[in-house]
């Protein structure tokens, strides 16, 4: 039956795919070929319309790849230039191959997201069946209280707390670092170690520091492994707090495979990456990582191949012992890792389901920093692991590594379509052979259907040009790093991103410079192109095609200045909306409110019963009190603001002090449910569709190129603002928190959890 089914799908595609590898070497006139990809650009919408038909699916990917093929033939039989004249043969090889690479891609990422996996949830084990599991928390200079939220809400994993033990892995404090000679950074380490310590004994977590930092986070998760015996492993890292149910979630689906040695869930985020914050576009648009975690992974997923991505993420240790440990040969030790377990017949599993919530780098150079990392610890795996080379992988996997890998070459790519129209403009060589005619039947053909895949496979979760954006900021500052690494795969280190980063002013970046460099030279040659279509007697209708092509890399670089053009950023925490009910004691009542928000400072609330009759004015304080099951949590607060909400106003409250019981609360608060996360990433998962899309984009480009030259020539100022301070993290002297007896509960807030069940 199920055999008989899937022949059923596939048989009408491959039909189809026949007759387009007849079409593909069938002579056509100009005439016919717009007709042929125009007939086959309407199937493909009408296909479209019913992206749940499976068959339909494979049958848009075989016309898709029809007109992509027609084009490559194409521009491989009739575009080239003459390789007797080198000067124009040469960079319009290098765009031809830069164009055929981008096909190859294509067909890779077909071949990933054709048939993604929805994983059903993983059965429940009952509690004398559940495994043991260590939770391993890396870390390197990561203040004291970003690891406190992820730790405490580690600490209250709904799992069995005789088989939970987690485990902070300080690579900030080690033995080398505590006795530096330099007597600063000596100290330095002394007082973190001291101060992290005692922040996981009142925790309960294990704190481990290692002798010396050795293959950076490698090294220090294989040293977790040596001090632990969990038979399943969970990493975080240090600014990913689970939500209570991760383990739920993903635990019981080893019991249903003993070659499974990864199960992976996504990286959602609390705060917009450099793009989202500075076009603020944050809680309207799909963040980048979404297309990854949502499309691409749950298609490497069907071939076995879905990989570890650093954090969340739950690993068999008997796998892990097969290899000793993880790898650390490149500086992305995760794929590394799950590619040598991959070798060895292991298998992999993704749940698309957000079960974390984690930091983005707030700043430019922070993310280009991290971006530096990933692209050269995957180019280190393609260089040196030679992933389509590898024994014990399937066919499957090696495609997925391989395309994986060699996905971080775009810069490459996106530069020289970037730079490819100026050889015509300012030097006219002719680079590429066409006239309108032909390149209105091939190439617009081709590229309407190439976005039409892209907003039908990833519409919901990457918008049409933001694609095009994302790859070209990165692109120009990735370019060196991704020589270093070919010219030495060996050099690249491994660098700790910076999280938690605030900006008290807008300004440019100081990695603005080429961007504004470029974009002046693109529109100094859209204008020259103008005026040469304008005052040339017999302009050439490639002129015309260049020009065009120029204005449309004019626009993304203008985009790109509102990227390098950083707004300030005020809030060092983070807000979560959740909807949870507590109790406020002020001034010796007790009041029913709703928690709106909540962040690693403090909280958002609303009067259930109404304002008191004395306000609460800023500068009043209270004790906000809630509990889990049994366990009362209470915490200080101070109000900071009021603002009047869709119907009661809404008081802003900060800690007052923030010690470990502050921080179970905040772990309470935030992440006890799910479906919080889930929420707030389906709102940001609109299809806005081709034409809306880049009315969007032109619209940005505008606004956002006026905006970089008004900081850039002190047209904006703004004041310079402070946001109040965190509490401070105080660590009690008692060596571990315990619940209160359950008599002492407030009545009024038992009576308000009852209700609200």
């Excluded at 039908?456 to 900021?473: A, H, I, M, T």
């Excluded at 038992?750 to 209700?755: L, S, V």
Aim: net charge neutral; with cysteine.
């Amino acid at each position: 039956m199920g055999s008989g089914h899937m022949m059923c799908i596939a048989l009408p595609a491959i039909t189809a795919g026949v007759f387009g590898l007849f079409l593909l070497w069938l002579p056509m006139s100009l005439q016919a070929q717009l007709v042929l990809s125009l007939s086959v650009l309407g199937l493909m919408l009408v296909f479209m319309t019913r992206p749940a038909n499976k068959t339909l699916r494979l049958m848009t990917f075989v016309l898709s790849a029809t007109i992509a093929l027609r084009y490559a033939f194409w521009r491989t039989t009739q575009t080239l230039p003459d390789i007797s004249e080198p000067l124009n043969f040469i960079p319009g090889l290098i765009l031809y191959l830069a164009e055929m690479f981008c096909l190859v891609m294509l067909a890779i990422n077909f071949f990933i997201v054709a048939d993604p996996v929805k994983r059903k949830p993983a059965s429940r084990l009952p509690s004398d069946r559940l495994p043991t599991v260590d939770v391993f928390v890396p870390s390197y200079n990561e203040a004291a209280d970003l690891l406190a939220v992820t730790l405490a809400a580690a600490k209250s994993l709904d799992y069995p707390q005789d088989k939970l033990t987690v485990y902070l892995l300080d690579d900030g404090g080690t033995d080398a670092k505590c006795s530096h000679k330099d007597p600063r950074i000596a100290h330095a380490a002394r007082r973190r170690r001291s101060e992290l310590q005692s922040l996981c004994a009142a925790l309960d977590v294990r704190y481990h520091a290692r002798s010396e930092n050795s293959h950076a986070k490698a090294g220090n998760l294989n040293a977790g492994l040596q001090i632990s015996r969990g038979e399943l492993v969970v990493v975080f890292d240090a600014d990913h707090a689970p939500v209570r149910d991760f383990l739920k979630e993903t635990v019981g689906y080893f019991a249903e495979d003993d070659r499974l040695f990864l199960v992976q869930t996504p990286h959602f985020f609390l705060n917009a990456d450099p793009l989202e914050k500075n076009l603020d576009t944050f809680r309207a648009m799909p963040s980048e990582n979404e297309m990854f975690y949502s499309v691409v992974q749950p298609g490497l997923d069907k071939w076995n191949a879905s990989f570890f991505c650093g954090s969340a993420a739950v690993l068999r240790r008997a796998a892990l012992e097969e290899t000793a440990g993880f790898s650390g040969q490149s500086i992305t030790e995760d794929c590394e890792s799950a590619l040598a377990l991959h070798c060895r017949g292991w298998h992999s599993l993704y749940v698309d389901k957000p079960l974390i919530a984690g930091l983005q780098p707030e700043t430019l150079v922070s993310f280009i920093g991290q971006r530096v990392r990933w692209a050269q610890g995957m180019l280190q795996i393609l260089t040196l692991n030679r992933p389509f080379l590898q024994r014990g992988l399937t066919l499957a996997q090696r495609i997925c590594y391989a395309g994986t890998n060699l996905f971080w070459l775009f810069p490459l790519t996106r530069l020289t379509f970037m730079f490819a129209p100026l050889l015509y403009i300012f030097f006219s060589l002719q680079i590429f052979e066409s006239n309108v005619a032909e390149f209105t039947c091939y190439s617009v053909t081709y590229l309407i259907s190439s976005f039409a895949m892209q907003s039908y496979l990833f519409g919901r979760v990457r918008w049409p040009w933001v694609s095009e954006l994302y790859e070209y900021v990165q692109s120009v500052l990735l370019v060196g790093a991704i020589a270093s690494v070919i010219r030495n795969p060996r050099k690249p280190t491994f660098n700790v991103t910076a999280k938690g980063q605030t900006l008290e002013e807008s300004k440019l970046s100081p990695l603005a410079r080429p961007y504004f460099l470029i974009f002046l030279v693109l529109l100094g040659a859209s204008g020259y192109a103008i005026w040469r279509y304008l005052t040339e007697p017999m302009p050439s209708e490639l002129l015309l095609i260049v020009a065009g092509w120029n204005i449309i890399n004019t626009g993304l670089a203008g985009a790109a200045l509102g990227v390098v053009s950083e707004r300030r950023e005020r809030r060092r925490n983070q807000r979560l909306e959740v909807h949870r009910h507590a109790v406020l004691h002020l001034d010796g009542a007790d009041h029913a409110v709703i928690i709106k928000n909540a962040s690693s400072g403090g909280l958002a609330i609303e009067f259930i019963d109404g304002c008191p009759a004395g306000g609460m004015a800023p500068g009043t304080t209270g004790v906000v009190e809630l509990r889990r099951g049994g366990r009362m949590l209470q915490v200080n607060v101070i109000c900071r603001a009021r603002r009047q909400g869709e119907s009661e106003p809404v008081f802003g409250l900060s800690f007052l002090e923030r010690d470990p019981e502050t921080f179970l609360l905040i772990a309470e608060v935030m992440y006890a449910d799910q479906s919080v996360l889930q929420d707030r990433l389906v709102r940001r998962q609109q299809r806005p569709g081709f034409f809306a899309g880049t009315a969007r984009f032109a619209y940005w480009t505008m606004r956002e190129t006026l905006r970089a030259f008004g900081y850039a020539f002190g047209l904006i100022r703004e004041s310079t603002e402070t946001a109040h301070p965190d509490a401070p993290l105080v660590v009690k002297p008692q060596p571990r928190l315990r619940a209160p007896k359950r008599e002492t509960v407030s009545p009024m807030l038992a009576t308000e959890e009852m209700a609200c069940a």
